[in-house]
């Protein structure tokens, strides 16, 4: 009924803009009750919310050479109603596929490295390309642009992979290296230590055995010192020459020659008269067999 009259309702996140005779007014009509002819005039309202469009996936290829799929999400706002409602049919439409040919033309001309690690700078490039001509001509400012995913190909993602395997394998084997360096360090400290004071040497074979004893084991490995075996060598009477010395003399002595053994013996000479004897005359036992004749 109200609008019959002329009386319209403007909400407070809206903006009205009046056309007379399909002539835009000048200025807006501002949220609460406003009234325009009903015969002349027509009011469009503009919604002065941020707008959220979520870019679709589009695949692009890099710098360097790698094909991928970003999608983003564009939040933008409505900054001056006439320039929205005359200068472009559908803002809405028109902010979408700036973003999609910005996002191709931004990711084209990046690295995959810095698509992946540089976040914050692509965002802010997208920003300024699909800002640039929305802002000034369509009325319509860009507030934020976010890449939410990127999708790679499963062989990249492989070889990402075998690159973050090998680069951790590497920190580990330094670490490593590193480690044994300052315990070698370390352990020759601790030998010109031990070698000033013998008493340290015998302390810490004890204390090894004692760690060795404390593992639970069947078998105890007990090491015997050297320099016992030293004192009883020279205790030892000065008659009886000790395993050394026995080894000296036997390691110094002679080679005694082998006597020559000849290559093959003679053969027996037989007797005139004699036949020799065949191997059937004397059996192995020694006993001869009877003959038959006699």
């Known amino acids: 009924m109200a609008e019959m009259f002329g009386f319209r309702i ?27 002819n009903p015969f002349t005039s027509r009011l469009t309202k503009v919604n002065m919310q941020i ?72 965002n802010a490039e997208l920003k300024d390309v699909i800002d640039a ?51 070698s360090k370390k352990l020759a400290q601790a030998a010109t230590v031990m070698a000033a004071d013998p008493a340290a040497l015998q302390l810490r074979l004890l204390q090894t055995v004692v760690e060795v004893a404390a593992e639970k084991n069947s078998t105890l490995v007990m090491p ?21 010395a026995t080894d000296t003399d036997e390691a ?3 080679p005694v020659p082998a006597s020559p053994v000849p290559a093959a013996l003679p053969a027996p000479v037989p007797v005139a008269g004699t036949q020799p004897a065949s191997p059937e005359a004397a059996p192995l036992n020694g006993s001869r067999k009877a003959d038959p004749a006699s």
């Open 224 to 244: 015997f010192p050297v320099e016992l075996l030293r004192f009883f060598d020279r205790a030892r009477p000065a008659d009886t020459p000790s395993l050394a």
């Open 133 to 183: 001509p929305t802002e000034g001509p369509w009325g319509v400012r860009v507030e934020r642009v976010e890449v939410k995913d990127i999708s790679l190909p499963e062989s990249m993602k492989r070889s990402m992979s075998r690159q973050a395997e090998a680069e951790r394998e590497r920190r580990a084997r330094i670490i490593a290296a590193d480690g044994e360096y300052q315990a």
């Open 51 to 122: 707008t959220v469009v979520n870019v679709p996936a589009q695949e692009t290829i890099t710098r360097d050479n790698v094909t991928l799929k970003v999608d983003a999400v564009v939040y933008y706002r409505v900054i001056d109603p006439l320039k929205a409602v005359i200068n472009v049919q559908n803002y809405h439409f028109a902010v979408s596929q700036v973003a999609q040919t910005s996002l191709r033309s931004v990711t084209g001309r990046s690295n995959m490295d810095q698509l992946l690690s540089e976040r914050e700078q692509v």
């Open 252 to 254: 110094s002595a002679p």
């Open 10 to 36: 403007i909400r407070q996140y809206e903006q009205g803009v009046v056309f007379r005779f399909g002539q835009a007014l000048p200025g807006v009509r501002k949220p609460g009750l406003t009234w325009i």
